[in-house]
């Protein structure tokens, strides 16, 4: 292989992807296996985990062929968890199987167009399927992600009635703090405004966001590039370490200014931007006040020759692809007479109004040694991100019964070889309930399993209990959010892999 174009050589491609997702796999389901990890500090102890995205993280191959196979596969995974913060593992499981049971040489787009007519079906029925949350049902879902622990499950309960809807729920990992508990903060919610690019993200366990306490603040109602705000990020820098976290929220982000942030960020510098540009002008510089009366910054706008800057703080930031939250332990005087302004009026701006008195349910995780912090830091964060997703769209019998169910009542008839695509799907919803059996040591089940789940929805089997039974009512469920991302992550990544005709490569003296 000394040419740096090959032309299908695909092998050791699907090799390193479907290695990534094998060992992803592994650590699906109650009874599924623990991966030990090479720690980048070789003078500690390896690290022994079965969080899929952990294991993730950690796979590389020296085979530069087979490293973009994995890294293929991990981009699957990434995409699940930033839309849904959850089945990342599910998400490895699928595309493990459309790789494994269709031969490359099968593949063409009339099966394409029957993988996406396939999927398409599934969405449909899990919509019909899945059933809004009751309050008992969230209660279930925290306390199974805390792995049954009533007084944890009963804190993250508590934390989501403080935060109510709309408002913002945070874990938080306290030093020198022995028992778990919710703090009741004030903070803001910013529905709709993200990370400006996936770069900015420091924290890829459990969720890909940006998150950091004790933030420093930076508003600018910029809309091209700003020297200035560069300046002041330099500064910023010059004068605190490069571990203090610093939120750069412009109004209109430049994709210069953005290419020089991510730049910043990328030599190591604990930096986030955020985009805050609203329906009109008006709205999106009233966001940048708020924001800015919220942490004692001053917005700096280029159009004003009169305007400054100056920095403000805020106790957390999280800031995920989709939203950002601002968590202060006290609301200032400017923000209260704000609002106090905003309710006398006779026309309310009740958006405004909301994002004002956002409520913050911070959990504040303690335990005796700091490895039982963050074993139960784990698991509180696995219960809040259940219960987003599940709040958001419902939820379904778990354990991968449902897709069970799905695939036996898909019965469409297609052209010729789409065909061929709809039943790969079908297939593919088998494989996380395979999975699990055969995680749990049980693969002389699979038939009897999935026999008995045929077409009665809900009835699975319960990898606690070892026994097939009414998972619903066991209170087994999964995210129908989460579920439906998973697929569309596999789905569309498994497709990108088979139109995968050509690997391009540097050679290796060439200078880059």
């Known amino acids: 292989m000394k040419n740096n174009i090959l032309i299908k050589e695909h092998e050791l491609l699907d090799k390193g992807f479907l290695g990534a997702c094998d060992a992803v796999a592994e650590t699906l389901g109650a009874e599924g296996k623990l991966a030990i990890l090479e720690n980048t500090n070789t003078s500690e102890l390896p690290i022994v985990t079965k969080d899929g995205v952990t294991v993730m993280k ?5 085979n530069k062929f087979m490293n973009f196979g994995a890294l293929q596969a991990i981009g699957g995974c990434m995409r699940t968890l930033e839309k849904s913060g959850d089945s990342t593992t599910t998400t490895a499981v699928f595309m493990q199987g459309f790789l494994r049971k269709l031969p490359r ?4 787009k009339a099966v394409e167009r029957g993988i996406y007519k396939g999927v398409d079906e599934v969405y449909k ?7 809004k949350a009751s309050k008992r049902d969230l209660k ?3 306390r199974i992600a805390c792995n049954n622990d009533k007084e944890l499950s009963e804190v993250v309960i508590k934390a989501f009635d403080y935060a109510d809807k709309g408002g913002i729920v945070e874990v938080l990992m306290v030093d020198n703090k022995e028992h778990t508990e919710l703090v009741k903060r004030d903070g803001m919610f910013l529905d709709s405004h993200g990370y400006v690019s996936p770069y900015f993200i420091n924290k890829e366990d459990k969720k890909a966001c940006f998150e950091a306490d004790k933030v420093a603040v930076i508003c600018s109602a910029t809309w091209e590039y700003e020297p200035k705000i560069i300046n002041a990020v330099k500064l910023f820098y010059d004068q605190n370490s490069k571990q203090t976290p610093l939120v750069v929220f412009l109004e209109r982000p430049h994709s210069d200014m953005t290419e020089k942030l991510v730049g910043i960020k990328g030599v190591g510098y604990n930096l986030c931007c955020v985009a805050t540009n609203g329906y009109d002008e008006k709205e999106s510089e009233t966001l940048l006040t708020d924001i800015a009366n919220l942490t004692g910054a001053v917005t700096y706008n280029p159009r004003n020759e009169t305007s400054s800057l100056e920095i403000g703080y805020a106790d957390k930031i999280t800031v ?4 950002t939250s601002i968590v202060v332990n006290e609301v200032p005087q400017i923000t209260s007479e704000t609002l106090k302004v905003l309710e006398g009026q006779d026309v309310k701006d009740v958006r405004r109004i909301k994002r004002l008195k956002t409520k913050a349910g911070v959990i504040e995780v303690g335990g005796l040694t700091p490895s039982q912090r963050k074993e139960i830091f784990d698991r509180v964060e696995d219960a809040v991100a259940s ?3 599940t709040s958001t769209e419902g939820f ?4 991968g019964a449902t897709l069970v169910y799905i695939s036996n009542v898909m019965n469409q008839t297609l052209n010729g070889e789409e065909q061929v695509g709809y039943e790969l799907v079908r297939e593919v919803l088998q494989e996380p ?4 059996l055969k995680n749990g040591n049980r693969e002389e089940k699979i038939q009897e399993v999935l026999v008995s789940i045929s077409k009665n929805y809900g009835i699975g089997y319960n990898a606690v209990t070892d026994t097939v039974s009414n998972l619903l009512t066991d209170g087994v469920i999964d995210s129908k959010k989460s579920i439906r991302i998973a697929l569309e992550s596999a789905t569309e990544r498994a497709v990108q892999q088979f139109n995968i005709g050509v690997i391009v490569t540097f050679p290796q003296n060439i200078e880059i």
């Open 125 to 131: 029925i899990l919509s019909k399927l899945s059933k």
């Open 387 to 389: 219960i987003k997703t």
């Open 396 to 399: 379904i019998a778990g354990g």
């Open 58 to 62: 950690h796979i590389r191959y020296a």
């Open 140 to 142: 279930q879902i925290a």
């Open 320 to 323: 995920t692809l989709e939203s």
């Open 105 to 108: 040489d099968k593949f063409n």
């Open 433 to 436: 309930l395979k999975r699990i």
